[in-house]
Each structure stands twice: as structure tokens, then as C-alpha cells.
């Protein structure tokens, strides 16, 4: 059974950074692809960065130069470090992750979402 639990959100000033953690279990992490996603108040899911099976990563327009994504196989464990944060990073962010038979990016097609976790970025 697949388990995403992410952990690390909250409260920051613009300019600030933040780092957000996923511990996942249930599967073989080289078998899947993982990616973070957000979902701002009146907005679609969409997601910020992913790493598919080959180690490949993805980053959306909006987050390039300011968001890395990464893995700790030996701690099972997806990150996201934020910096230069701007209102308009505010969302709910979520963990997911798919087997990815074919290729998903950053859409939010994902089979596997974990709670997700509150950022809120104040001006």
C-alpha cells in the first residue's frame, strides 16, 4: 500500500524559504516517478517540480531558480526547498507519485497523493 506523508509547511515572509518533506512507502522509488504539486484558493492542482524514473527533473516556468526538488533513498524521503517565496506561492502542497507507464509531468494525473501541507506566503 502506497503512503505519502508530507510534512514541513507554515507560515512565512515574503523572501523566506521553506522546506517541505515527503516520507513515502509502498513501493520501489527507482519503479515510480514522484512530483510535488499545489493548489491555491480558486485554482487548479497543478504541479511545481517532479523527478520521473530516470532521475529526470521537472520544474514549472513560475518556480524555476527559486524551487529544488530532491531524494534521500536511504530516508525515503522526497524534498522541496523553497526560496525567494512570494505570495503567490501560497497553496496547499501535496506529495504524489505514480508508476508512470507513460509520461505524466507535472500534470496532477498521479494515482498516489499524500494529505498535503499549508504554505502561506504573507507580503
Known amino acids: 500500500q502506497v503512503e505519502l506523508v508530507e510534512s514541513g509547511g507554515g507560515s512565512v515572509q515574503a523572501g523566506g524559504s521553506l522546506g517541505l518533506s515527503c516520507v513515502h512507502s509502498?513501493?520501489?522509488?527507482?519503479?515510480?516517478?514522484m512530483g510535488w504539486f499545489r493548489e491555491a484558493p480558486g485554482k487548479e492542482r497543478w504541479g511545481v517540480a517532479m523527478?520521473?524514473?530516470?532521475?529526470?527533473?521537472v520544474y514549472a516556468e513560475s518556480v524555476k531558480g527559486r524551487f529544488n526538488i530532491s531524494h534521500d533513498s536511504a530516508k525515503n524521503t522526497l524534498y522541496l526547498q523553497m526560496n525567494s517565496l512570494t505570495p503567490e506561492d501560497t497553496a496547499i502542497y501535496y506529495c504524489?507519485?505514480?508508476?508512470?507507464?507513460?509520461?505524466?509531468?507535472?500534470?496532477?494525473?498521479?494515482?498516489?497523493w499524500g494529505q498535503g501541507t499549508q504554505v502561506t506566503v504573507s507580503s
Open positions: 504524489a507519485a505514480d508508476p508512470c507507464p507513460i509520461w505524466l509531468g507535472l500534470r496532477p494525473l498521479y494515482n498516489h
Open positions: 509502498g513501493f520501489i522509488y527507482s519503479d515510480y516517478c
Open positions: 523527478i520521473d524514473k530516470n532521475g529526470l527533473v
